[in-house]
C-alpha cells in the first residue's frame, strides 16, 4: 500500500492533516505562550536582582553602623570605668573583622579586670562582653595614703581615704606596686590570711584590721608580730605570730577558739578589756602588764 506524501511548507514541516487556518492559530498561541514566559522570566529576574540588591545595601549599611558593645555582669561601681573602655571602639565606624580581639586585648589590660571570659559578635551589631572583674578586699595604709587591693593582693588603680567598709592593714614595710600588679609583700600576705582567717566568724564585724608593723619580729622579738584591731577605741587583740610560722605559742585554731568563747560569753571579741593577749594559754586570754 502507498504511503501517504508529506508536503513541506517554508522549511518547516507541519502534519498534513493541519489546516493552514489551525496552523495560524497553533501559531499565534506558541508565540503569545513564548511572550507570557519571557515577561514573566523578566518579572522574576527583576525581583531577584531587586532582593540582592536590597541585602546588599542592608549589609553595607550595617557594616558601615558603629558596634554596640554590651557589659555583661559588671559590679557596681565599676560601670562607667568598664564603659570608657571600650567606648572608643562604639565610636568606631565600618566593618572590622578584628575587633572582638581587640576589645578583648584592651580590657585584658585593664587592672579591674581578672579574666576575659568571651567577646562576640552577634548578627545585629551587638558585641557582648563577659569578664571576670577584681573587687576590692583590703585598704593598704602606707603613710597618710591608703591603697586597695583584692583578695589576691593584686593593687587596685587609685589612692583612697579610710574606708570603713574594708579591713584595714598597717604597717607594710614595702611600697606599692603598679596598678595591676600584685603585691608582693610576706607582712602583706600574712595580714591578708589573719583576715580571711577571722572572716569567717561571727565575730568579724569586731575586727578592723591588721597590724603588721612587727611582722616577724623586726622592731622586737618580744612583742607580738601581727595584732588584731577592734571597732573599740583603745582595744589591741595579740595575735602573735604569723598564721602558720607559730613557734611554742597556740595554734591559729586555739586563738580562734579563745576569741569564739570571749565574743558568746561577753558578746566582745576583745572581752571588753584593753589589749588582750591570747597567743600564751591555750584556754585563755591575758591582759599585758
Known amino acids: 500500500m502507498a504511503r501517504a506524501k508529506r508536503k513541506k ?18 501559531r499565534a498561541s506558541l508565540v503569545m505562550a513564548l511572550q507570557v514566559l519571557a515577561v514573566a522570566g523578566l518579572a522574576v529576574g527583576a525581583t531577584y536582582a531587586l532582593a540582592t540588591l536590597e541585602a546588599r545595601v542592608h549589609a553595607a549599611q550595617r557594616f558601615a553602623d558603629s558596634p554596640v558593645v554590651e557589659l555583661a555582669d559588671v559590679p557596681p561601681g565599676l560601670e562607667e570605668t568598664i564603659a570608657a573602655k571600650v567606648a572608643p571602639f562604639e565610636r568606631a565606624r565600618g566593618y572590622d573583622p578584628e ?13 579591674w579586670v581578672r579574666r576575659v571570659r568571651s567577646v562576640s559578635r552577634l548578627s545585629d551589631l551587638r558585641v557582648v562582653v563577659e569578664c571576670d572583674y577584681r573587687e576590692p578586699a583590703v585598704l593598704i595604709q602606707i603613710g597618710n595614703i591608703f591603697y586597695v587591693a583584692d583578695n589576691e593582693a593584686v593593687r587596685l588603680p587609685g589612692t583612697y581615704g579610710y574606708e570603713q567598709t574594708l579591713p584595714l592593714i598597717q604597717g607594710v614595710g614595702s611600697e606599692p606596686p603598679a596598678p595591676g ?4 609583700a610576706p ?18 564585724h569586731q575586727i578592723t584590721g591588721v597590724q603588721v608593723h612587727n611582722f616577724g619580729g623586726r622592731l622586737s ?17 595579740y595575735w602573735g605570730s604569723a598564721p ?11 586563738k580562734m577558739a579563745i576569741l569564739r568563747d570571749n565574743y558568746a560569753r561577753l558578746g566582745r571579741v576583745d572581752a571588753n578589756c584593753g589589749p ?10 591575758i591582759v599585758p602588764r
Open 9 to 26: 511548507t517554508s522549511g518547516s514541516y507541519w502534519p498534513q492533516w493541519w489546516s493552514s487556518k489551525d496552523q495560524a492559530a497553533k
Open 99 to 111: 575587633i572582638c580581639l581587640k576589645i578583648g586585648r584592651a580590657l585584658e589590660a585593664d587592672p
Open 181 to 184: 600588679e600584685r603585691w608582693n
Open 187 to 204: 607582712d602583706l600576705d600574712a595580714g591578708m590570711a589573719l583576715i580571711h582567717l577571722i572572716s569567717r566568724e561571727t565575730f568579724a
Open 221 to 237: 622579738p618580744r612583742e607580738s608580730h601581727l595584732v588584731l584591731a577592734t571597732d573599740r577605741s583603745g582595744s589591741l587583740i
Open 244 to 254: 602558720g610560722a607559730e613557734v611554742e605559742e597556740n595554734s591559729p585554731a586555739q
Open 276 to 285: 588582750i593577749d591570747i597567743s600564751a594559754y591555750p584556754d585563755r586570754f
